[in-house]
């Protein structure tokens, strides 16, 4: 039977209880809709504790830290409990349970070492996966792995999905072919909107803080703001504070201490009304105690990887449809509620229907560490929604091979089940565990904290600045964060026996332990530009005091691949780079082509970072010719001088063609390029070496179908164009054909004879001499014999004989 505690009131979900536990059993898994407000969250795992099947502990999975912890509260309330007791929660600076906690809610990431570290979950009856539809990466792998676990391990597991807007059905398919859709219904409290349209010129700040005062003015309750990050929030809040000022503001996001996170949930003691500036962190799970009114700015900020970059970085669009209605309804929960919406009614539909899983934008390194640990190497093997894709698959296993924690298998090494050990992501495992190596695991599970905790230690890029504020500040989160990078040291610390080179390294380069391919080179005076070791150009705000550094380690950078800005580092010195890094400096051998030749240079490089260069005394001659036969054959057929291509096109011979080339030119080009560094190849030596590609029958039809010259009846050679449109053609002058009563031919094709005067003037042109000789001959007659009187120019000259010389020349000579 279900069973609750010290609850005054009914919630919907409480009239579907009963149905759940019944299929719970006889099955071991269930997918559970609820709208907003029903009560999901808080009441269902209670419920489930005096099952019979139910002898150990309950896990509640939750997407946040600040949700986990007010379910819990909110349960232990319940309850008439304090939290830590049989309820508990775990999360990554919080927690309370003791020997006695019964229902534990664990934000996603924490489940997901939890399972790794016991796949059988010992001790667990059963996993409540809530608020699923927002498709966290954790959420969907730790689904997979539960649902692993339970068919391999652990027959009696239970597993129930949670939610209000997910396809009940996809869920239920994944959980088991007979696995129940169990739905409740909502509250149903009247939920108006108000539709304030937008204005692309007005600051997102500007147009909340308007639209706060206008929902202050005219509604009544707490009021409840979206907005896309904490910048917004504290430039609304500063707006709000001089428009508003007796209002209580009360901001609501990761980075707010907890004792403030309590107060934006609870009503104000003293009965003051509040608004409270909030990121997505309230869109579920949460119910603000006493809002009646949301106004929703209409933008989610996530956090995308971009694999060209090797960074994630934060994107805000348009909230999607499910996610505005996620937002709206938190007015409703608890009486009429108003929703006013920064964007228009007409073009709400064109926002997307529903967020994208993070399975599509986020780093998978984790997820494929993660896998590997667990025994598979292959995603696909598991059961997903959305299986990963597998480009970013790939990107992962290189990611995760250059920190030597996967072999070229893809299976896992012994340093990968080191770091898979470490609750962070493999490039912040890799760096705490040399830290660890080297005796310094304390300074670098404090770096790898600040890379993950936004604002710690003030918003400076330098790391190592933000690290020394972080130490002298004595304020909650700073001291709950100095514990949990304790518990982080004290992991690796005993992973691993402490050694090192007598000499401890500086903060940068325990950094670059775990982001490699972060380091980078100032490219230009200002500090600005950046080249890493990957390859991958960064922006940095020259004023920022790291811009005067000459190398980096990067620790984060937003924006897109080309012009990623650093948003924090380390500065790096050229003597520790060299004394840390030397294995990663190589000493190559560089040819470039430059101003159309090769250059030969000898340098020093981490990565694509050119550490000295200076030219190649000693360069692999071969090399120099691979690389200029690599050059030629982008365009194999430019070689190919245009008269010999031409006449192999016209013979039919497809020797010359650019396949053809490329597959042979290790015997015809290769040799001409040895001891040069260009591809200016002497006309002749190339004709010679592509003639002799062809065999003797290919030659011979060569000569005959496309001859290279023709020879006149006076006796003089002239070549054969054939690249024009009008070829074959040849240029001759008219009295070298005297006596040719015949057109000459090429094949079958009439020669165009290209006639010209004693001067090499054209005369004209003609493809059939003998009309020429009977037709228009008489009027060319008459115009040269004015102009060269001193050359014979007969009246039949198809009789008479073929000669250049002139008529006194042609006479004393004999004709």
Known sequence: ??????????????????????RLRGQQGAVLLAPPGAGKTTAVAPALLEEPWCSGTIILTSPRRVAARAAAERMAQMRGEKPGETIGYLTRLDSKRSSKTRVLVVTEAIFVNMILDDP????????????????????????????????????????VVMSATIDGARFASLIGEDAPVIESEGRAHPLSTVWLGSSPQERVEDAMA???????RNEEGDILAFLPGVGEIERTRELLEGRLPNALILPLHGQVQPAEQRAAIRRDPQGRRRIVLATAIAETS??????????????ARRAEFDRAAGTTHLVTHRASQAAAAQRAGRAARQGPGTAYRLWEEGGHAGRPAFDPPEMETADLAPLVLTLAKWGSSEPADLQWLDPPPPA?????????QALHALDAKGCITSRGELLARLPLDPASAAMLLFGAEHGVHSIAAKIALLLQERGLGGRSEDLEARLQRWNSDRGQRAEASRKLAGRWADRAASLVEAGGRGENPPPAIMLAAGRPEFIAKRRDASGESWISAGGRGFMLDPVSPLARAQYLVIGDAQGQAKSARITSAIALEETDLEQWLGERIERKSILRWKADRIEARLERRLGAITLASGPDPAPDEQAIVDSLVEKALESPAKLVPGELGARARYAGIDAFEDDALAASADVWLAPLLANRRDLAVPKGKLVEALLGLLDWDTRQLLDKEAPR????????????????????????????LFGLERHPMVGKTPLLLKLTSPAGRPIQSTRDLPGFWRGSWSDVRKDMKGRYPKHRWPDEPWKEKPSLKTKNAFSKGGG
Not at 127 to 144: K, P, Q, T, W, Y
């Open 210 to 216: 308007s639209a706060i005062s206008q929902a202050w």
């Open 286 to 299: 949460l119910t603000l105690d006493g809002v009646s009114v949301v106004v929703d700015a209409g933008f």
């Open 392 to 400: 970013s698959v790939a990107a992962a296993r290189t990611t995760l």
């Open 709 to 736: 010259e023709f020879t006149s009846p006076a006796g003089t050679t002239h070549p054969i164009d054939y690249t024009g449109d009008d070829a074959p053609s040849v240029e001759v002058r008219v009295q070298a």
């Open 120 to 159: 059988e979950l010992a001790g667990v009856s059963a996993v409540l996966f809530d608020e699923a539809h927002e498709r966290h990466l954790d959420s969907d792998l730790g689904l997979a792995l539960a649902l692993e676990s339970q068919s391999v391990l652990r027959e009696d597991l239970r597993v």
């Open 1 to 22: 039977m279900c069973k609750r505690w010290h609850v005054n009131e009914r919630l919907p979900i409480h009239e579907v209880l009963p149905e759940l536990a019944a």
